[in-house]
């Protein structure tokens, strides 16, 4: 017998069992076979345009052949947290190849992107601190400030005049103020302004805490990040990344200065009470950073991929939002809608998942697609030719106005 809920959770649950007896449940799709850009989902063939795999190195020979060799020196788990007995050599040497690559001190890897928002952000925003959000950054900085025992205040979303108006009305009221945002926004591929945040960071004394999940491996000189695009590395406190999207693995990183990230060694709880990175996700990540160093063209391949598919959008006539990115959201507006093209695409040989309310404002679902390094143009065109049929099927808005 179920458990009691409250009635918002029984609306959601209604609301996905309405869609799962018509057929258009979007979500938890099982995934047969994975061979990066084509996916096999009930025995048939999709090109995959919902994943964060942007350098396609999730198969890779070298990269799976470094995660391999791993669990063959270090078997396949650490069985406890890097505090007690799951610190290896490889976490260590991982940590010190990162903040090379990064352009920070030091860096420390989590086990997961989530666990590394909630135990850094939860370590430097104590009771006397505040910390600034732009009201579109992800979950997991959320719900970092459910357990941080400072305040939050929101800014709108990449509005400088917000966040400099949040800035004037908290800097003298707390010990210290941390601006966090995302580097690109994950639904909406856009990128934070950096350079403007850095400005006003300096003016007020604020701190700088970035989490570009969706902007290592892909923004800046070989990957280096959202910070490394703008040349502000030196000017952001913290960054976070995480390896499950360019790196192909799972973990997170944060990067700083090495006073700082020793102090959230010690007091990031979700660090010190979770076990460690397994050997071969650490390994995964170590090779994924040696092909992008050695591979000039991945970066090249990404971006031509990604001018190709914003124009073809843009050609048929979707508003695709301020994407700079390889998140190219596709706006459609009603969110049953949402759920009918995602069945469309998915009957049509490509998978896409749509991002509905309370994810987004209501009346104001997209469809979000993302593209890889490994993607072929004739995968591409297919893609543009199967969304196109889509935009006339449904009479799909090409503005926010429709
Ligand atoms: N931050 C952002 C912006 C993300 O998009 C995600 C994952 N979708 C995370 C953090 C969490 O990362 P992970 O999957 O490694 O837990």
Not at 166 to 184: M, S, T, Y
Not at 186 to 209: C, F, H, Q, W
Not at 216 to 228: L, R, S
Not at 301 to 330: A, C, H
């Amino acid at each position: 017998m179920s458990l009691k809920f409250s009635s918002a959770a029984d609306r959601l649950m209604d609301k996905a069992n309405m869609l799962k007896s018509k057929d258009l449940y979007p979500f938890f799709r099982q995934i047969g076979d994975s061979e990066g850009t084509v996916v096999k989902i009930d025995g048939r063939d999709q090109i995959m345009i919902g994943s964060n795999n942007y350098l396609g190195l999730t198969h890779h020979p070298h990269v799976k052949e470094a995660a391999i060799k791993a669990i063959e020196k270090y078997g396949t788990g650490c069985t406890g947290s890097r505090f007690l007995n799951g610190n290896l050599t490889i976490h260590e040497e991982l940590e010190e190849k990162l903040a090379t690559y990064l352009g920070h001190e030091k860096a420390l890897i989590f086990s997961t992107g989530m666990q590394t928002n909630l135990g850094a952000l939860s370590a430097i925003c104590g009771p006397r601190d505040c910390m600034l959000f732009d009201s579109e950054n992800h979950a997991s900085i959320i719900d970092a400030s459910r357990l941080a025992m400072g305040t939050t205040f929101k800014y709108r979303h990449n509005d400088m005049e917000s966040l400099e108006e949040q800035l004037e009305a908290n800097i003298d009221r707390f010990q210290k103020v941390i601006i966090v945002a995302d580097g690109v926004f994950s639904m909406t591929g856009d990128i934070a302004n950096l350079p403007e945040m850095v400005r006003l960071a300096e003016k007020y004394g604020a701190y700088i805490y970035v989490d570009d999940a969706h902007g290592i491996g892909v923004m800046g000189e070989k990957g280096a990040g959202t910070m490394n695009h703008f040349g502000v590395t030196d000017k952001v406190h913290l960054n976070m990344g995480t390896f499950s999207k360019s790196f192909a693995s799972i973990g997170g990183v944060l990067s700083g200065d090495a006073e700082t990230i020793n102090y959230v060694k010690h007091l990031a709880r979700s660090f010190m009470f979770s076990a460690s990175m397994a050997p071969s996700a650490v390994a995964t990540v170590s090779a994924c950073i040696d092909v992008i160093n050695e591979d000039d063209t991945l970066h090249e391949k990404l971006w031509d991929n990604v001018q190709f598919m914003r124009n073809g959008f843009q050609e048929i006539g979707f508003y695709t939002y301020n994407s700079q990115t390889p998140i190219i959201p596709i706006f459609i507006g009603d969110d049953v809608k949402s759920m009918l093209v995602t069945k469309f695409l998915s009957d049509h040989g490509v998978f896409a998942t749509p991002v509905v309310p309370p994810a987004v404002p209501k009346g104001e679902a997209l469809i979000r697609t993302s593209y890889m390094a490994t993607h072929s143009k004739s995968e591409l065109t297919k893609v543009l030719e199967v969304f196109a049929k889509a935009k006339k099927e449904f009479d799909l808005p090409s503005t926010m106005g429709h």
